[in-house]
């Protein structure tokens, strides 16, 4: 019976919310039969779960106190920012935008929820990874745009 026994796991949340300010503009070039091709934007919310299967001195899965860096990433990547893909082809507009003083460029591979859940799993996953010596990953990161749209990740 032992044998079907599933190691013990925790789950804790750490989210940012709307409130947090993460207002980017963003378009989804390729989205030619939709306005997600135009500029829009939106204050993204952020909820990331993190699972561990024991616990550190302290009895806790994660220090949240210690996620400053990842707060920082996020405001970095999506606070007051225009975020675009690389292969946009509207890039040299953008990039003019930036370079008036306009616009504070973000440029990732792909746009969108999915694209930024994973690339926010990406950089939540390596950070926790190193910070706890590999006791702790990220188990799931959530994007949502409104009350309406979301998006998750999880590897």
Known sequence: MDSFLK????????????EEGLSCCFRQWQ????HCRLLHGYALAFRFTFVCERLDDRFWCLDFGGLKPLRAWLHEMFDHTLVVAGDDPALEAWRGLAAAGLARLVMMANVGCEAFAQEAHRWAAGFVDAETGGRVRVEQVEVREHAGNAASFMP
């Open 31 to 34: 989205a030619t039969h939709s």
């Open 7 to 18: 190691p013990a796991a925790w789950r804790v949340v750490k989210t940012y919310g709307h």
